[in-house]
């Protein structure tokens, strides 16, 4: 076993995500048996849901993530009484509910209203042949998404990279396979309650940041998902799919542990797959986020029955 190979599995990250709690209670158990004092949790309070105060934005930044709030608005309404700001816990979504066509002014505005009033395979076909931005010629295909279009939890993420562009399935790659694990340790499953997106369907050449027009361009086809699925959460990861969503320039450490909403759809935030296997340190962290989303899914279904 190589020494990488050693230390994840040591942190628990092979071959599945292991929950720390129960690491926690086995060993409170053991300690309650030889009446030795086990250790300590870390003891995080699952927070409750905050009003969020965006930081300023950049211009071009601003239109991009405004594009994906107006659109998100636009479908929000129609969809789902609007939330207080400060309700102490997000109202869930009335699932069942017919998908309204959208009036969208965003981006190219007819594109945009368009795409707005695409059903789910209409949207899929025009995703696939999109060339609004200059990534449609370094594309090997596009990366629509995959999952349950009823999902319960939406995750979004940054951009397919080599491995999304070739197999055209999003988190395919090394840093798909924590995700999955991670999943997988609060029980959901790619493809069962889950769908999995990005903000942009087309990877960025080299792996290089999304620039503010792909963004832009892209906006309108996350706005639709997420309005045809309305997902009971979302679970943003990394900071691109944050600041883009949230319409702050906020460093993700500083809006972890809260409930964030865009337009009445609560949001939890977590730290990309991709980051947390380049800093193994942050996995604890991880953890809490993950364990807000399962606290949140789990509140949200009570109320929706
Ligand atoms: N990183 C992302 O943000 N999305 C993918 O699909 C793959 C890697």
Same mark, same amino acid.
């Given at each position: 076993m190589s020494?990488?190979?050693?230390?994840?599995?040591?942190?628990?990250?092979?071959?599945?995500?292991?929950?720390?709690?129960?690491?926690?209670?086995?060993?409170?158990?053991?300690?309650?048996?030889?009446?030795?004092?086990?250790p300590q949790p870390v003891a995080q309070a699952v927070p409750q849901p905050v009003a969020m105060e965006p930081a300023p934005l950049q211009p071009t930044m601003r239109s991009a993530a405004d594009a994906v709030r107006s659109a998100i608005a636009d479908a929000a309404p129609a969809l789902r009484p609007p939330l207080a700001a400060t309700s102490p816990n997000p109202a869930p979504a009335t699932r069942g509910a017919p998908v309204q066509q959208v009036k969208l002014v965003i981006g190219e505005g007819a594109r945009a209203e368009r795409i707005a009033s695409l059903d789910w395979q209409a949207l899929?076909?025009?995703? !696939?042949?999109?060339? =609004?931005?200059?990534?449609?010629?370094? +594309?090997?295909?596009?990366? *629509?998404? %995959?999952?349950?279009?009823?999902?319960?939890?939406?995750?979004?993420?940054?951009?397919?990279?080599?491995?999304?562009?070739?197999?055209?399935?999003?988190?395919?790659?090394?840093?798909?396979?924590?995700?999955?694990?991670?999943?997988?340790?609060?029980?959901?499953?790619?493809?069962?309650?889950?769908?999995?997106?990005?903000v942009l369907k087309c990877r960025p050449p080299g792996n290089r940041n999304p620039q503010a027009e792909e963004v832009l361009q892209c !906006?309108?086809?996350? =706005?639709?998902?997420?309005?045809?699925? +309305?997902?009971?959460?979302? *679970?943003? %990861?990394g900071r691109f799919a944050i600041q883009t969503l949230l319409q702050t320039e906020a460093p993700v450490g500083a809006l972890r542990g809260k409930v964030h909403e865009v337009d009445g759809i609560p949001v939890v935030v977590g730290y990309h797959p991709a980051y947390l296997l380049r800093n193994l340190p942050d996995k604890a962290r991880a953890w809490h986020d993950l364990l807000l989303v399962e606290d949140q899914l789990t509140q949200l279904a009570g109320k929706q029955g």
């Open positions: 020494r990488r190979d050693f230390v994840l599995s040591e942190l628990g990250l092979t071959p599945l995500w292991v929950r720390p709690e129960r690491i926690t209670r086995s060993m409170a158990a053991a300690s309650a048996e030889t009446g030795q004092p086990g899929q076909r025009e995703v !696939a042949g999109c060339t =609004a931005c200059g990534l449609c010629q370094t +594309r090997t295909q596009t990366v *629509f998404g %995959v999952g349950n279009p009823q999902a319960e939890l939406l995750v979004v993420g940054e951009a397919p990279g080599a491995e999304e562009d070739r197999q055209g399935e999003p988190f395919v790659g090394a840093a798909g396979k924590l995700l999955d694990n991670l999943l997988a340790a609060i029980g959901e499953k790619r493809g069962e309650r889950v769908f999995i997106a990005n !906006a309108p086809f996350l =706005a639709r998902q997420i309005a045809l699925i +309305r997902p009971r959460l979302i *679970f943003a %990861v």
